[in-house]
């Protein structure tokens, strides 16, 4: 298969002949793939009959009028006077022997000493011819209007601009830049394009994050016919951003606004992943923050004195239930026989009066020392 072009924007394929009028063979090579891994993108218009109207690049409007050819002559002839006159006279010596005076510069403050009937006159000095320099001045600014505008090259702000008029100027100096930014969008939109096709015609998937294995465009994913792509290439203007920001934020409060599309008009590609990497950020915060707790509680003493709070506190539920049970003259609570000595549910740190705990006599203030002990004071069997 060969691919040519006419010259006019219009693309023909089939048979090369050669010799044929305007046309210009780009490849010879056979291509059995039912696309072409190119990308060309064309702007303009048709309705000039003359090919070279028909486009409008960037340099159109310079080009055609010649306009850096004549700021080139103007700007040569500027430095070619400044280098003739660079070694011009200073000073007009009269008198009958003009060349008996002797000048010297060898220090300052110098001075002439001039023979009898001599005078020496200051030359005035002589500045650039000015029609020269505002004649290229003015070229060179109508070459910035009609390509990319100063102030996006510079930055440069006007004195005593306000922030107002310069943002303004900012945005009309891109506005200038749409046609073209539209055309890059293209151009860029075809190459994903292509990309996807040459995945869907081979047998490799496309990943496009890698931390995550699974996010992958797999060859058997792609249907050639249904491949709709939008390209927005966006100015990074702080202002916009901010502005950006503002109208999200007015959006989330006022309308019944998903967070996805709010997050879209922040200029965000793949919100959902944007939403899970908030989640597992919250999530990592909250473990953060308990395991902060714990440690301040445990290095504090805060857990020993919590455990001792509710210890006491059951301890007082029984001692509660035990005096309701003895004012129904119920009969205290007896240790079984063949029990182990001690007195039922009087365990642990709870009652221990050394760490600072409540004595065991308070679970049953009626309990005698053999009862508690399982032995006699003098250390035999009750």
Avoid at 59 to 82: D, G, K, P
Avoid at 91 to 110: F, K, M, N, Q, W
Avoid at 155 to 181: C, D, H, I, M
Avoid at 295 to 300: G, K, V
Wanted: overall charge negative; aromatic content about 6%; charged content about 20%.
């Amino acid at each position: 298969m060969t691919t040519s072009t006419t010259g006019e924007g219009e693309d023909w394929t089939g048979g090369w002949t050669e010799g044929k009028e305007g046309l210009i063979e780009i490849l010879r090579e056979p291509w059995e793939k039912a696309f072409l891994p190119w990308v060309c993108v064309v702007g303009g218009t048709q309705m000039e009959s003359a090919p070279e109207d028909q486009r409008f690049p960037l340099l159109y409007a310079v080009y055609q009028s010649e306009q850096w050819i004549t700021t080139n002559i103007m700007r040569t002839l500027q430095v070619s006077q400044a280098i003739a006159e660079a070694g011009r006279p200073q000073l007009a010596i009269g008198g009958a022997d003009p060349r008996s005076v002797e000048t010297t510069y060898g220090e300052p403050g110098g001075r002439l000493e001039l023979p009898l009937g001599h005078t020496v006159q200051e030359l005035q000095a002589r500045n650039l011819d000015p029609a020269l320099t505002q004649a290229g001045d003015q070229l060179e600014s109508a070459i910035m209007a009609a390509t990319i505008p100063r102030i996006l090259v510079t930055a440069e702000a006007a004195p005593g601009e306000p922030f107002s008029g310069y943002n303004l100027r900012v945005q009309q100096a891109l506005a200038s830049l749409t046609k073209f930014k539209r055309l890059a969008e293209r151009g860029v939109a075809g190459v994903y394009r292509t990309m996807l096709l040459q995945c869907h015609d081979s047998e490799d998937p496309i990943t496009y994050k890698t931390d995550e294995p699974n996010y992958k465009i797999k060859p058997g994913d792609i249907e050639p016919g249904a491949i709709y792509l939008n390209v927005e290439l966006t100015p990074d203007v702080p202002l916009d951003r901010q502005q950006r920001v503002n109208t999200a934020i007015v959006m989330a409060r006022e309308l019944k606004w998903p967070t996805t599309k709010i997050l879209e008009e922040l200029g965000e590609t793949n919100p959902e992943g944007a939403i899970k990497d908030w989640m597992m950020e919250q999530l990592t915060f909250a473990e953060h923050a308990g395991l902060m707790q714990l440690i301040q509680a445990e290095t504090s003493g805060a857990l020993q004195q919590a455990a001792m709070q509710m210890a006491q506190g059951m301890m007082q539920q029984q001692q509660e239930s035990m005096g309701q049970a003895g004012e129904t003259g119920l009969p205290e609570q007896q240790p079984t026989p063949g029990s182990p000595p001690g007195i039922p549910g009087a365990e642990g740190m709870g009652f221990n009066p050394a760490a600072g705990g409540q004595p065991p006599m308070a679970m049953q203030p009626g309990a005698t020392f053999e009862q508690m002990t399982g032995e006699t004071r003098g250390g035999g069997a009750p």
